[in-house]
């Protein structure tokens, strides 16, 4: 009998695999009980049913892996609460090295998870083998071994979940197509199927490879892409025990786990099989993909060598289905910017089963709350450009970023696939200049210089790559002379119109109440007092405002701003990222070099630090801004489109009597690093507030009208902070910072590294990270401490500071 559809329910879940379930049952707990969930055929048959079910908990960041910790921790309470069977069995995973890269990479991923006690060891060859005693070590450098991840029944699990949400009061419906998502005024309303419409104060789509397309009706924007997956599973052979860890030879791109007295062997390949190009068919369900041996033969190769016994084993299924992947290999989460009230949970890039109770916790907690419990940033769904739902950039991006899954986490890697897909005006002229491009938002940006004579190529390696030395001499050349970058990848907003002070005002922590052409560094922050956005905001006239922000938050800021805009304002906001070219001209130089080639007065008295004005440059006008994230004398020139190369011949033109050097987004990095300037998304996040941050000289604390977030942060400066952010030079010079380094103070773990690059300058490695103490973190007890700093199981000595290495008093900026 089928059961009658409710006309109402506080949430819909569109799909009814382990994410959606998961979702279901963690709104229960939090108290929503009236929650619908959706699936068009049955539970998990869309890719669900086939996952290889492996439980880790090493991700790539501190997050990511809390995530993961929570999902192993609440499987193993899972069928005691429900009496469902999950199949779940800890034990155990190992993952080996066969390169010096790989075994770095590990290593310094066992250092990340010492931070919140995730027990990692490290082991030589002899010690894998221990662990896994049919494998051949041959080539084997070592590896590490995770004693608390396991192994489950993906449908299981699901049906876990899934009883879990029904004992807590959810309704879950089988063979019911969702055929729209229904919206008024920007705001989601409710759900249509083939058998009647649900009104919901919320949607949540988890829909698996069909969210792209479904979400796409309503113009909402999910990245992801179809690729064939493929493992074998073996026959019964000798060696084979139910305690065998799962096992995974990156560098072989595969991975093994005990099936029931067989072996699984699966792959991530470095050249994946896009699939679903022209549409997945919603009768999908339970289905496979035709067998591809000759793809798969590469992988079965190398697993002989690693486990010679498969050369004798029988093959009992060789298996093909699809998942979905990302551009970034990153999953899709949260709140969706076009529509509110709509969530999304999508594109698990083959983690979904060990993703899928920490996603299911979060995304309950967001929709309770309003905002997300945690740092979320690197899968927020509002990181994503309209443009990445694009086809064929999905097809051709997803080639690579399966195979990415398994490739070393190389520092500063670039994708190959999908490029070339945003170019400033300057691209052409700079790339001749010697530019190796990366890539950001899709925007290609000059990351570093080659020399003549020198290839503009990567070769990557956890010390110091081919690049360093390049970059160093853009470093100095802005340390000494004057540096020229390409920023057009900045995000830049227009708000205009008679209420646009009033607006802003709110929004900014700041005093935005300013002069035209005064130009104010703010920071966003939500309810919680956490950092949603750090940027600069120019006053242009009584009724017009400029704001710049990283080119990484254009679509998150701006949806930030716009939902920020009371509906009765007389405020108008407008996105003109393209408007603009920007050329960075920065060192102490940088007004000796334009004041050659411009009118206008450049000189301290007559354009101050932290004004911006229209001038006249070569054959246009730009509006100059005097402002830097280098930590010298600078300007950023903001050029109309069509004037931009004009400008920046004549720039070029007039450099060589001022020792002007191009410069790339390495340098800045490293320049930035030295004056201890914040990075949104990885030294500041929602999940920090600007005491914290050591940012509090950016909050106007007694404006007027007061702020977003004005009350929370007031109870917090009261009350004290127990963590700060702290600067950190590293005394080996030899020694390379990235993140997520440990941070000891006298023996004891304080802390980690948020951020890290070499400080040229300061001749050693440079970190920013927060350092905990309950009883608070003042300068007496940063000097009284001894801090080191752990890289790949080593630990160095390190100089610790809460004020700027590199020119404390600023007065190199302000010169």
């Not at 702020?707 to 030079?729: C, H, T, W, Y």
Request: with cysteine.
């Amino acid at each position: 009998m089928v059961k009658e559809l409710p006309k109402k329910a506080r949430v819909v879940i569109v799909g009814g695999g382990v994410i959606g379930c998961s979702i279901a049952y963690h709104l229960t707990k939090i108290g929503w009980s009236d929650v619908v969930l959706l699936e068009r055929k049955q539970l998990t048959c869309g890719t669900t049913w086939h996952a290889a079910g492996l439980i880790g908990q090493l991700r790539d960041s501190q997050n990511m892996t809390k995530l993961a910790k929570y999902t192993a921790e609440l499987y193993l309470g899972l069928e005691q609460e429900t009496g469902q069977a999950t199949g779940y069995k800890i034990n155990g995973s190992l993952s080996i090295a066969t390169t010096e890269g790989r075994f770095e990479d590990l290593k310094r991923r066992a250092d990340m998870a010492k931070v919140f006690n995730l027990k990692v060891d490290v082991l030589g060859p002899q010690g894998c083998a221990d662990h896994y005693p049919i494998m051949n070590t041959e080539g084997v450098l070592g590896g590490i071994f995770i004693p608390s991840d396991g192994q489950a029944n993906p449908i299981d699990i699901t049906q876990a979940l899934a009883k879990g949400a029904r004992m807590g009061g959810a309704r879950i419906f089988e063979h019911t197509l969702v055929t729209k998502v229904r919206h008024s005024g920007g705001k989601i309303t409710g759900v249509e199927t083939e058998t009647g419409t649900i009104d919901a104060d919320y949607v949540v789509l988890c829909c698996g490879m069909w969210t792209r397309d479904f979400a796409a009706q309503i113009g909402v924007t999910v990245p992801l892409h179809a690729c064939e997956h493929f493992y074998v599973v073996t026959e019964p052979f000798a060696g084979i025990t139910p305690d065998l860890p799962v096992f995974r030879d990156y560098d072989a791109h595969a991975y093994y786990k005990e099936d029931a007295g067989k072996l699984l062997l699966g792959a991530f390949e470095p050249v994946a099989k896009p699939w679903g190009m022209n549409g997945i068919s919603a009768d999908f369900s339970f289905d496979e993909l035709p067998d591809d041996f000759d793809h798969f033969e590469p992988i079965l190769e190398g697993a002989i060598h690693r486990v010679p016994a498969l050369a004798h084993a029988g093959i009992q299924k060789f298996f093909c289905g699809p998942e979905s992947f990302t551009p970034d290999d990153r999953y899709h989460l949260g709140a969706a910017p076009e529509f509110e009230n709509l969530f999304v949970a999508a594109g698990l890039n083959s983690i979904g089963i060990q993703s899928a109770g920490g996603i299911g916790k979060v995304i309950a907690q967001w929709m309770r709350d309003g905002l997300p419990p945690s740092d979320l940033n690197s899968v927020d769904l509002r990181r994503n450009m309209p443009f990445q739902g694009n086809k064929k950039y999905l097809h051709d991006r997803v080639t690579e970023t399966l195979g990415l899954l398994y490739a070393v986490h190389w520092p500063f890697h670039q994708y190959k696939t999908a490029r070339n897909v945003r170019k400033s005006p300057f691209y052409e002229a700079m790339k001749v200049a010697g530019a190796c491009y990366g890539e950001m938002a899709g925007w290609e940006r000059p990351n570093w210089y080659a020399p003549p004579g020198v290839k503009p190529v990567y070769e990557y390696s956890f010390t110091r790559q081919n690049w360093f030395a390049h970059s160093a001499a853009e470093h100095r050349a802005v340390r000494e002379a004057v540096g020229l970058f390409d920023q057009t990848s900045f995000a830049k907003f227009r708000v205009e119109g008679p209420d646009a002070e009033r607006v802003l005002n709110r929004i900014c922590a700041n005093e935005v109440t300013v002069e035209p052409g005064k130009l104010v560094y703010t920071q966003w922050l939500n309810e919680n007092g956490g950092i949603e956005a750090d940027l600069t905001v120019t006053r242009l006239a009584e009724d017009a405002y400029l704001i710049v922000t990283g080119g990484a938050g254009q679509v998150r800021d701006f949806n930030w701003l716009k939902r920020h805009i009371p509906a009765e304002a007389r405020c108008v906001a407008t996105d003109v990222t393209s408007a603009y070219a920007v050329l960075g001209v920065q060192g102490p130089n940088a007004r000796a070099l334009l004041q050659s080639i411009t009118s206008a007065d450049m000189s301290n008295a007559g354009f101050g630090f932290g004004q911006s004005r229209d001038i006249e440059m070569a054959y246009g006008h730009v509006r100059a801004s005097r402002i830097t994230y280098m930590g010298e004398l600078g300007w950023e020139l903001y050029i109309p489109t069509e004037f931009a190369t004009g400008i920046y011949d004549a720039i070029v033109a007039a450099g060589d009597p001022f020792g002007l050097k191009h410069a790339g987004m390495h340098a800045m990095n490293s320049l930035r690093i030295e004056k201890a300037y914040r990075h949104w998304g990885h030294d500041i996040t929602d999940e920090e507030n600007p005491i914290q941050a050591g940012l509090g000289f950016a909050v106007a604390w007694d404006k007027k009208d007061g702020f977003i977030g004005r009350d929370s942060l007031l109870r917090k400066r009261k009350a004290g902070v127990s963590q700060r952010l702290v600067q950190f030079l590293v005394n080996d010079p030899a020694v390379m910072l990235y993140h997520n380094e440990p941070v000891y103070r006298d023996g004891e773990i304080v802390g980690y590294l948020t951020s890290g690059m070499y400080g040229h300058t300061l001749g050693g490695a440079v970190g920013l990270g927060y350092v905990e103490n309950a009883d608070g973190i003042d300068a007496a007890f940063i000097t009284s401490g001894s801090f080191e700093i752990e890289v790949a199981g080593q630990r160095y000595g390190a100089k610790a500071s809460l004020q700027p290495l590199y020119d404390p008093q600023n007065q190199r900026v302000r010169q």
